[in-house]
């Protein structure tokens, strides 16, 4: 009977194992093109217990904690999973993404830096980010995010903070929670004044402040030099296109020297000329074999 049962439970294993082999397949090959197609595959695994939400879940957390350009793709496999409920445990997705969106936060959020505590990636910090984006997570969520890069005030969190903010800070920013986004930006105020990062992140973190005064609007940033110099080349290239039009119209059509002078200038399209103003002109073409080659245009007859 034992054998029996530890025979099952190796063949549930393996089972789990086959499963999750394809759930990292679908992760490595997720991108916003073929999003939808690989969420039908990702629907038609058997996911039937709460090890495999569990794990799933992982997988995501550590994709995203490797690829933070992709978070987006993986927070919105993360709300398509959230309806995804296990009937035998009475577990859902969302449930287990809660509790460990939590733990990311728990044991980080009454130690000082100087205590060695594990903060969360910051591909993790961007997938909460998501998440809170597409009402998967609460706003307090998205507070704990703030507070843990505003502790860690390293370049790259404070980067990174920098890069959420101006995305969710107006909602973050309602009347109820201003003291406390008060609170935040003092502490960035503080940063800058006292230079405790590189100079290139504290101009980063003094656009952070501008755009709070400015009421979330992002400014209207100048032109650059080297989109004034495209516009020269292309004006340039407009009036060289303009000035050989014009030389054409200056011409007479294709010179014929077998045809009359006076044949070529009436066929050209350009009106008689009066005989008063008509004067003799001479053009010596030479040529590298000392060949010259004179025209003379007589004056026309009425």
């Given at each position: 009977m034992e054998s029996a049962c530890s025979g099952e439970a190796t063949e549930e294993e393996v089972k789990t194992q086959e499963v999750l082999r394809q759930v990292q397949a679908i992760l490595d090959k997720l991108t916003p093109h073929n999003f939808n197609d690989l969420m039908k595959?990702?629907?038609?695994?058997?996911?039937t217990t709460e090890a495999r939400l569990?794990?799933?879940?992982?997988?995501?957390?550590?994709?995203?904690?490797?690829?933070?350009?992709?978070?987006?793709?993986?927070?919105?496999?993360?709300?398509?999973?959230?309806?995804?409920?296990?009937?035998?445990?009475?577990?859902?997705?969302?449930?287990?993404?809660?509790?460990?969106?939590?733990?990311?936060?728990?044991?980080?959020?009454?130690?000082?830096?100087?205590?060695?505590?594990?903060r969360p990636s910051l591909g993790n910090l961007k997938l909460i980010s998501e998440l809170c984006s597409l009402q998967v997570l609460e706003e307090a969520m998205m507070h704990d995010c703030v507070v843990s890069l505003l502790k860690a005030q390293d370049e790259e969190s404070l980067e990174c903070l920098c890069k959420l903010l101006p995305r969710f800070g107006k909602d973050l920013d309602a009347e109820e929670a201003k003291p406390q986004m008060d609170q935040y930006f003092d502490n960035i105020t503080h940063i800058v004044q006292e230079r405790k990062t590189s100079p290139r992140t504290c101009l980063i973190l003094k656009d952070l402040l501008d755009l709070r005064k400015n009421n979330?609007?992002?400014?209207?940033?100048?032109?650059?030099?080297?989109?004034?110099h495209e516009e020269e080349d292309l004006k340039g290239n407009n009036r060289t296109g303009v000035a050989e039009e014009r030389g054409k119209m200056m011409m007479y059509g294709e010179p014929n020297w077998s045809r009359h002078p006076q044949e070529t200038m009436e066929t050209s399209g350009f009106k008689e000329v009066p005989m008063e103003t008509v004067a003799v002109t001479q053009v010596t073409l030479k040529t590298d074999t000392s060949c010259s080659l004179s025209i003379i245009d007589e004056g026309?007859?009425?």
């Open positions: 595959q990702l629907s038609a695994l058997e996911i569990r794990s799933i879940m992982e997988l995501i957390f550590d994709k995203a904690a490797l690829a933070q350009n992709d978070c987006a793709s993986y927070a919105r496999m993360c709300y398509h999973l959230t309806t995804l409920s296990v009937a035998s445990d009475h577990v859902n997705f969302h449930k287990l993404l809660l509790r460990r969106c939590q733990s990311e936060f728990a044991n980080n959020q009454n130690k000082e830096p100087s205590q060695n505590a594990r979330w609007v992002p400014p209207q940033h100048p032109i650059t030099l080297s989109q004034i026309l007859t009425r």
